[in-house]
C-alpha cells in the first residue's frame, strides 16, 4: 500500500513539473558552456527573455568544460546526426565560419542586423571579422580582450620600474628585474596561456596590419617578420618561471599579485577574477596596461550566437537573437560576466572601472581577432597550433616552428 | 529424431539471431565504415567536413602515409612510442605487484579477507577518478613531493605530470632498421628452439628469415628513412606517474587473477617439492610458477589491450593538451573533434583496433582451439 502511495505522489509530481511544458506553445533551446561563474549571466539573459515572452520555454542545454572543448565535440554529434539545437555559442568569427558557414550550416543574419539597426550599433572591425563575402553570421554578445598586461603598482614603485611600453623595453625591465633578485619576472601557467603570450608578442612584433594579412593567408608564416616574433617570443619566454606546465592561469596571476613575479599577460577575465573574486580594487590592487608594442590596438574574442539551419524553433530562436543584440541584453549580461558590450551604445554606469576603460578602447582602438580564441584562425589550425608551440619548444628554433606552422596553414586552406 | 536435431538448430539459431544482427550492425559495420572513412580525405576540406552530406574523395592510404611520415604529424609517432614504453611498464608493474600480492594473502596472513579486499578496491574505482586523486598527489608542489619532509629528508623536487624530460631517445628514421634487427633476433630465437627440438626443416626455414632480416637492417635499412631529417622519439619521464596510477588500479586485478591460479595448485604437488627438499623460492620458481602461466598470460591480454586503449585516466589526470603525456586515443578525439580532420581521426582509431588485435586475435584463436579439444 505505502508502494502505491509513493507512485500517486510521483505521479501528481510529475503532473505539476509537466504542467507548465504542456501549456508553453513554443520552446528554445540554447546550447552554451556558460556555467559555475559564468552561469549566473546566462541565466539573467533566459530570465529576461522568459519575462518578455511568457509562451516560449527557453531550455538552457550547457555542456560544461572550459572554453567550449566538450561543448564543441557534443555539437558537431549533434549538427552531424540531424539535430541541431535552436542557437547555440560559439567564439565569433573564424571558429564559426570555418567550421559551420563554410560547410552550409548557418543561416545569413544580415537581414537581422538590418532590420535591428545593428550595422551602426557594433564597431566595422566586429562586422568584418563576423561576416564573410555572402553574410554576417552570428550575434555577438560580449567581447574580451586578449592584449592585456596585469601588474601591481605598489610593486613596481617598490622596484622602481615602470610598465614597459614595447617588447624591447620589457627585455631589458626583466633583466633589471633579475638584478633585484626577482627571478622569473613574468608569470606564465599551462600550455594555452603560453599560446596566449606568443599572440600578444606576434601581435607587437608585427603589428595589426601584418596580423591581420597572416590570417588572410597573404602573409607566409616562413616569412622573416613572423620568424622574428619567434624569436622574440623565445627571449620572453626566458624571463618566465620554469614550472609553468603545472600553473592553472589563476595560478600564474596568484604568482604575480605575491610578487614573486611583476607582469603577467592574461586576457581580461583575469580583471574579473582579480576584481571579484579576490576583492581587489582595479587601478589599485592591479594595474593593467595593453601588453607590450600593442597599445592602440584591441585584440578581440567574443562569444556569439548564431542560428543553424534546421532549428526546430526558427521564431523562438530570432527572438533569442533579437534580445542578445539588444543595448538592455547586452548590459544583462556583461557586468555578471565581467566583460564589456560588444555595442558601442552601452551604460557604462553599470561596469567597473577596468571595464570601463577596456571599453572606452574598444571604441578607440584598431580591432583585431585573437588566434587562442577562435577569431581569426579556423579551428583545425588552432587545435594544432599546440604542436606547433611544442617544437618550438623542444628546440627553440624559430624556422622550425615556422615552417611547421605554415604547413598546418596550408593543409587546413588558412585564408582561401 | 533427426527433425528434432533440425529444429533445435533452427532455434539456437534464431537465439542467436538478435544480437548478431546488434553486433553486425553495432560493431562490424561501424569498424567498416571506419576503415572506409580512414581512406578518404574527410576533413581535409573544410567546407566538406561538418556538411550535412559531406562530399569525400577516396585518397587510399594517404593518411596513414602522412601519420607516419609527414611533418606535422610528429605527435602521433611520440604518442605511439609512448604507448609502447606505458604498456611495457605497466604490464611489467601490475604483474610483479600483482604476483607479490597474491603469494602474501597466499600464505593466509591474519585478516586475510580485509586485504584481499583492500588491494582488490581500486579496481573497483573507475579511471577518472583514480586519475584525479593522483592528479592531486603528483603536484610537483605537494602530495607525493612533500611525503620525504615527514622524515626530515628534503622534499622531492622530480616535476611528475610536467615533467618534459624524455630519456631513451632514438631517430625515428632508424625505426624501419631496428625493426628488422628484431624481426631477425626473434627469427634466430625460433630456428635455435627448432634446432634443439630436431625439427630440422622449420629451423632451416627461420634461419633463412633471419639471415634475409639481417642482410636487409644492414644493406637497405640505413636508406630507408621515412623521414628527410631526424626526428628524435623517446619515454617522455612525465609517464612515469601515469604508471604509478595505471598500476596502482589494476595490480589488485592482476593479484585476483593469481590467487585464483594458487588456489588451483594442488597442495600434493607442493607436498611433493617439500619433501623433495625445494626452498620456498625453488618451490616458487620452478613449480608454481610455471603453472600459472596461462594466468599470467590471459592477465597480459587484459591488461594489455587496456593499456593500449588507454583514454580516460590520461584525460583526468593531465588533461588533452599536455603533450608530453599524450596517447593516440587522446590525439585521435583532438584530431576528430577539435580539428575536424575527421579521415585523420580514424585512421589513428584504425591503427589503435590493429594493435589491440595483434594481441588479442592470437589469444582468443588458440582459446578458440582449446575449446574445441575439450
Redesign the interface.
Known sequence: MRLRGAFVVSAVVAAILAAPSARAQEKLEIFSWWAGDEGPALQALIDKYSALYPNIQAINSTVTGGSG?NA??VL?TR??G?DPPDSFQVHAGQELI???V????MEDLSGLFKSEGWTAKFPPGLISLLSTKSGTWSVPVNIHRSNVMWYVPARLREWGVSPPKTWDEFLATCETLKGKGVKSPLALG???TQNHLWESVALGVLGPDDWSALWSGKLKFTDPKVVKAWETFGKVLACSNP?A??LSWQQAVDRMLKGDAAFNVMGDWAAGYMATTLKLVPGEGFGYAPSPSTSGVFMMLSDSFGLPKGAKHREAALKWLKLLGSKEGQDIFNPLKGSIAARLDSDLGKYNAYLQSAAKDWKSNKIVGSLVHGAVA???FG??F??VM??Y?AGKNAKAAA??AQ??AD???LGR | MRWRRHTNQIIGFLVLLPSMALVGVFVYSFIGRTLYASLTDW??????????N?ITRFIGLDNYRQLFTG??D??FRQDLVSTVFFTAFFLAGCLLVGLLLAILIDHKPRGEGFFRGVFLFPFALSFVVTGTIWRWLL??GGGVNQLPTMVGLPAGSF?W??S?QQVWRFDWNALPAMLAWAAALSLAALALSALRSRRRGRAAAAAAGAVLAAGWALLAGPAAAPLPFPELHGFNLAFVGIVVAAVWQMAGYTMALYLAGLSGVPEEIREAAVVEGASEWQLYTRVILPLLAPITLSAMIVLGHISLKIFDLVFAMA?????YTDVPALLM???T?????FAKGAAIGVILLLLVAVIVVPYLRSQLKEGVHE
Do not use: C, H
Not at chain 1, 563554410?102 to 550550416?105: E, F, I, K, T
Open positions: 572543448v564543441r565535440a558537431k549538427m552531424l540531424g570555418a567550421t559551420w563554410v560547410a552550409g550550416r599551462e600550455n594555452w614550472d606546465s603545472g579556423p579551428e583545425a587545435s594544432q599546440g604542436t611544442e617544437i619548444l615552417s611547421a604547413a598546418i593543409q587546413v586552406r | 576533413g581535409q576540406d573544410p567546407a566538406q567536413a561538418l556538411a550535412l559531406p611533418v606535422i610528429a605527435r603536484q610537483p616535476a605530470l610536467t618534459k588533461g588533452p593538451d599536455n603533450a578525439y583532438i584530431t573533434f577539435r580539428g575536424n580532420q
